[in-house]
Antibody, heavy 129, light 113 residues
């Protein structure tokens, strides 16, 4: 079955870097786009980043653009979120989630990402001195 | 960016009664090319990740009980739980995926008994 497992969270000082991993199983990353979504303690959901299934597009929220980078290792079926210049406001649980429509099932014109159908359990990132 | 606004922020409903959560987008999320509304609903229980309930505004995800239904079009949408069960206590979020990035979420509605 579809499974996403995040890792790499922890406590980090402001200005430092951290790399999160999202290991996927039950499907292949070259068929589905992968999103990162975060949730600050006691708050709502904030979409962070997206890597299209074929890597042709990477999209970022304005709040992380220029600081965060999404990448993929196909040999490990894993997606990464490299986070640099971390700030206190980046403190959150980070979820990776699979886009709900594989590229080959997209029938409404040119492919574009959609809703999020499978989520990992999340990994907590705390930015604090 | 499209802003998603949910109402109410919290809601208390008796067991077996109907629960209704509203979501309004700051601009239409109905595509004229395929007549689909690019809206999803998620349920998040305490300590758990969100779970997809509804997509394309009214299509129920596989395995979701049929007491959950989605409706609406354009800018106004509703999630309805026809007969509230104890296990439905959660926070519910709507999300648009029409005009992206960003893929914006509503602020959430906390549903209690």
């Amino acid at each position: 079955q579809v499974q996403l497992v995040e890792s790499g969270g922890g406590v980090v000082q402001p200005g430092r870097s951290l790399r999160l991993s999202c290991a996927a199983s039950g499907f292949t990353l070259n068929e589905y786009s992968i999103h990162w979504v975060r949730q600050a303690p006691g708050k709502g959901l904030e979409w962070v980043a997206l890597r299209w299934y074929d890597g042709s597009n990477k999209e970022y929220a304005d709040s992380v653009k220029g600081r965060f980078t999404i990448s993929r290792d196909m040999s490990k079926n894993t997606v990464y979120l490299e986070m640099n210049s971390l700030r206190a406001e980046d403190t959150a649980v980070y979820y990776c989630a699979r886009d709900g429509v594989p590229f080959y099932d997209y029938i409404w014109g040119s492919y574009r990402p959609n809703y999020l159908d499978s989520w990992g359990q999340g990994t907590l990132v705390t930015v604090s001195s | 960016d499209i802003v998603m606004t949910q109402s109410p922020d919290s809601l208390a409903v008796s067991l077996g009664e109907r629960a209704t959560i509203n979501c309004k987008s700051s601009q239409s999320i109905l595509s004229s090319s395929n007549n689909k509304n690019y809206l999803a609903w998620y349920q998040q229980k305490p300590g758990q990740p969100p779970k997809l309930l509804i997509y394309w505004a009214s299509t129920r995800e596989s395995g979701v009980p049929d007491r959950f239904s989605g409706s609406g079009s354009g800018t106004d949408f509703t999630l309805t739980i026809s007969s509230l069960q104890a296990e439905d206590v959660a926070v519910y979020f709507c999300q648009q995926y029409y005009n992206t990035p960003p893929y914006t979420f509503g602020q959430g509605t906390k549903l209690e008994i």
